[in-house]
């Protein structure tokens, strides 16, 4: 079972930068979409930022501020090592964990069909203070 792992939080002030990485254990292929969601305490998880074959879209409170990234395979042949999501002139109001996800397609094994999966990291903390 691939594993996702993420990093590059911390703690910082308001307008700094910081960058999260999502790394698999394993070479993912068949990748449909990477995602970065968020979930602040007595919050929902919230879609932040996420990328796929037709482009990136973002939520409006990060718009313009966050940036969704792949390693190059994702663009050439649907597979991934690694995602990242660059946040930049951070707020208070982003504080949260911050969790990768990605979505591979299901494919026949011989006669077998491998269904759907998504693959979710354990998250990595951001704390934004004034």
């Known amino acids: 079972q691939v594993q996702l792992v993420e990093s590059g939080g911390g703690s910082v002030r308001a307008g700094e930068s910081l960058r999260l990485s999502c790394a698999a254990s394993?070479?993912?292929?068949?990748?449909?979409?990477v995602a970065w969601y968020r979930q602040a305490p007595g919050k929902e998880r919230e879609l932040v930022a996420s990328?796929?074959?037709?482009?990136?879209?973002?939520?409006?409170?990060?718009e313009g501020r966050f940036t969704i990234s792949t390693d190059h395979t994702f663009n050439t042949d649907h597979t991934l090592n690694t995602a990242f999501l660059d946040m930049n002139n951070l707020k208070p109001e982003d504080t949260a964990a911050y969790y990768c996800?990605?979505?591979?397609?299901?494919?026949?094994?011989?006669?077998?069909?491998?269904?759907?999966?998504?693959?979710w990291g354990q998250g990595t903390q951001v704390t934004v203070s004034t």
């Open positions: 996800k990605v979505d591979r397609r299901g494919f026949y094994f011989g006669s077998s069909w491998i269904r759907d999966t998504s693959y």
């Open positions: 990328i796929a074959s037709g482009g990136t879209t973002y939520a409006d409170s990060v």
């Open positions: 394993a070479t993912i292929s068949r990748v449909n979409a």
